[in-house]
């Protein structure tokens, strides 16, 4: 047998291995439920990888709804594209930033107008998946009390998906979530003086 | 003035210090140009973070390119969805992971035709953005050498955006990238023993 072909039917026996472990690990997960995912961190990918997960949905014929807390524009790529699907909902509920509204309790009232649209699709078993988009900044600044909205999230349809984004996700959401994600920061386009792209950011 | 009034008015103060200061940055991020996006780590969010983009990049009209190079199914939920919009085109590439492959010689030639068909949108101003999904293993396993690769990527169109997902991505071609996020596990419901779920994992 020449070197060549000792190494690969070392690299063989190596993956049937390999397979062997991943195969026993695969089917040890056999729980099937409704998945709460959070999305936080500072760096790019939370809104989006929230998108992802709806394509992904939409294509297995889920219904699913969005609702955006934060963002107050309708001009976004991901809503002109989504909005075309008869199975997605799409909501804008929020104002802008706390730096663009300076006010205080407008901010709050916005944000609990939109927490009870939120409601509304957590108590409704047609809705396979739910993405409540920004949603943590409610949360950190105190708009919603964590107790109130984790009754609500937990009592929700079994197999009801639900994905929040948003940075600074509290501890007591992250313990409560199925799968959580730290979108880390290693550098960012707008760093290095490049705006933000309509079709990347928006 | 009531300390509720006086806190709201110091409120509105911060926030409009804050405006400025945001508003300064933004104004002084003006280059417009394509971007080299890298989505890696071990956390849930590279692919799905990548499809969000997509969704968002077809929302503004955009023609658009993705490549799978790992995954060999076709069964997909972001596939089914995708694959309806005229303005993508969707290669699946792959043969699967190393451990079910088990031939390396195999899992090097299709890298190669993978790469050979990156080459050609890569060159191809009519895509605004392409997608190369799971293509950081090809560079992990030696497959393919990062020089060679990221000649061909420092050389597409100017306006061109070029998202790469996969785990491990080599520190050349984070050197290379614009916005690099690293999808940080903090937890994944496989963890806990609960099956992929249509709609969220495929």
Redesign the interface.
Known sequence: MSDEQS??ER??AR??R??AV?DAS?A??????G?L???T?N???K??????????????G?RCAVIQFIKNRSD???????RSSPNVCWHVMGDGF????????KDRATARAAWEQAVVYLRDDKI??LILDEFTYTLKYGWLALDEVMQVINERPLMQ?LIITGRAAPDGL?EE??????????????Q?????????E?
């Open positions: 190494r690969l690299h063989k993956m049937l390999k397979k991943i695969i040890a997960a056999d729980e099937e439920r998945l995912l959070v999305n961190g760096g790019k990918g809104s989006s990888a929230a998108f992802g997960v709806l394509a992904r949905a939409l294509g297995h889920m976004t790529g991901e809503e002109a594209f989504f706390t730096w663009e509204t300076q006010d205080d309790t396979d998946l998906h992250i979530a199925d799968t959580v994600t730290d979108m880390t920061l290693k550098k960012h386009a707008y290095a003086g490049i705006k933000a792209m309509p079709g990347v928006w």
